[in-house]
DNA sequence: GAGTGGTCTAGACCACCAA
DNA sequence: TGGTGGTCTAGACCACTCA
């Protein structure tokens, strides 16, 4: 039942739906791609106005939680589609020009949380992880050196093998396999000097100058569930950022 | 007048009251810091409901043009408050503690547009412009060299006098001294090494690794009106940066 | 208490899409 | 043609601020 009474702490009728949207997400009542139901629909089951429940799916859409699409209806937003794919990815090319991506993976192993994965991640210390090291080649030339973390427990069963049946997309195989979508992240950039292994993986001198990329992934409730290191070369692409 | 017809490219309403809006904002008729007239009165202004001219506002305020305060009023925003001076600034400390920040002016010269800084700020080749460099500390240790190069044209009088005047805040100078206001930025992030000049100035090893931010400002009408490079000591900051 | 922004409603109509 | 999201209205009422 919704609250419409004059409570202790205010909270307008549309945050409500808000969460009760929200829920509806997270118990995979409507899962990534599918169709929401319509306003009218939810209004009625609500019982609110057409316009209490728009403004609860804005502020969702807002976040890309949920795509509206005229004519057709709001649907479940996902990593899957292409050109949603790369959401994340923030680094382009210097000219521009369109680029090929490919990807390399060097290990996936296991793994245990030392104190400081554990706590960016809320796990206990000694928790068992999955490592992924890998590299990302743009139009042929290798760019990235990635270093991916997440927990062991809610990805059972992350492999190399299923991390190349996916070709690499690890948001999308997230999704599709574990039912965990990426809502949110993090990232914190400094300037770093590459490392003999670094510099090796990437043909590069040893100190050249790297950006160095740190992420954290956080799905529905804020609850963190990745992390990832991209050390990157930015002779010919850069970090886009924009400000408001 | 308002065109509420079928015009052969649908323009909504709000978004019509959004660039008049706009316009009065360009025009001077509402000054940074000032409030603007109510929604009630806009309304009636323009000849629309009350919810039409709300979402334009939604709108503006959601790009950070104007800044709604409940019970008071809808305000132009300004960069000349407190907390809100360093709004463009993604760089924090590691340790996540408070920072004094203090600027040393380096140089303030006159100088000619090539062609590079002409295509970026929409000038021709040769143009007149304004160039500053500057070291800004962080809690005692110098941490960025800023190189910062506006036209000459609408910052006449811009000198080294007057930045100190107003201790270093270029923004908030723009704005009190030329009546220019910065509504957005766009920032191209790379790794670097340091040059020999920088390297002295921040007191560093040659060919130490530095996060460099090249930043293009604009004003309204997406006009670009200043380009600056940043070279930062990573050591114990970093670039913030949030994904949705 | 007067004035401001913020919420909520009910209903009309428009633009877009697919069958 | 019917369903979906998108716009717009008029009006009621609530929450916040300040004199």
């Not at 949380?113 to 080649?137: F, M, N, P, Q, Y």
């Not at 996916?166 to 949110?184: A, D």
């Given at each position: 039942?919704?609250?419409?009474s004059?409570?202790?702490?205010?909270?307008?009728l549309?945050d409500?739906i808000k969460?009760?949207?929200t829920q509806?997400?997270?118990?995979?009542?409507?899962?990534?791609?599918?169709?929401?139901?319509?306003e009218?629909?939810?209004?009625?089951?609500?019982?609110?106005?057409q316009?209490?429940v728009?403004?609860?799916?804005?502020?969702?859409?807002?976040?890309n939680?949920?795509?509206?699409?005229?004519?057709?209806?709001?649907?479940?937003a996902?990593h899957?589609?292409?050109g949603i794919?790369?959401?994340?990815?923030?680094?382009?090319?210097?000219?521009?020009?369109k680029?090929?991506l490919?990807?390399?993976?060097?290990?996936c192993s296991?793994?245990?949380a030392d104190i400081?994965?554990?706590k960016?991640?809320?796990?206990?210390?000694?928790?068992a992880?999955?490592?992924?090291?890998r590299?990302?080649?743009?139009?042929?030339r290798?760019?990235?050196?990635?270093?991916?973390?997440?927990?062991?427990?809610?990805?059972?069963?992350l492999?190399?093998?299923?991390?190349?049946e996916?070709?690499?997309s690890?948001?999308?195989?997230?999704?599709?396999?574990?039912?965990?979508?990426?809502?949110?992240?993090?990232?914190?950039?400094?300037?770093v000097?590459?490392t003999?292994?670094?510099?090796?993986?990437?043909?590069?001198?040893?100190?050249?100058p790297?950006l160095?990329?740190?992420?954290v992934?956080?799905?529905?409730?804020?609850?963190?569930?990745e992390?990832?290191?991209?050390?990157?070369?930015?002779d010919?692409?850069?970090?886009?950022s924009?400000?408001?």
């Amino acid at each position: 039942m919704i609250d419409k009474s004059n409570s202790p702490s205010y909270r307008p009728l549309y945050d409500q739906i808000k969460v009760l949207l929200t829920q509806s997400l997270i118990g995979g009542e409507w899962r990534p791609g599918d169709m929401i139901p319509s306003e009218i629909d939810l209004a009625s089951r609500f019982k609110v106005s057409q316009g209490t429940v728009r403004k609860a799916i804005d502020s969702l859409a807002g976040e890309n939680i949920l795509i509206r699409r005229q004519g057709k209806g709001t649907f479940v937003a996902t990593h899957n589609e292409e050109g949603i794919k790369l959401r994340f990815l923030r680094l382009t090319s210097a000219s521009g020009q369109k680029e090929v991506l490919q990807n390399e993976l060097l290990t996936c192993s296991k793994a245990k949380a030392d104190i400081r994965i554990a706590k960016v991640l809320e796990l206990k210390a000694g928790a068992a992880l999955i490592e992924v090291k890998r590299l990302l080649t743009f139009s042929g030339r290798p760019l990235i050196y990635d270093h991916i973390i997440v927990p062991a427990a809610p990805f059972k069963g992350l492999n190399s093998t299923r991390i190349e049946e996916n070709n690499g997309s690890m948001y999308s195989m997230y999704e599709t396999e574990y039912g965990i979508r990426m809502i949110r992240a993090e990232e914190r950039l400094t300037a770093v000097a590459a490392t003999s292994a670094v510099a090796e993986a990437l043909n590069l001198k040893l100190g050249a100058p790297l950006l160095s990329i740190e992420r954290v992934s956080y799905t529905y409730g804020d609850k963190p569930m990745e992390w990832r290191l991209g050390l990157c070369l930015t002779d010919d692409h850069h970090y886009m950022s924009e400000l408001e």
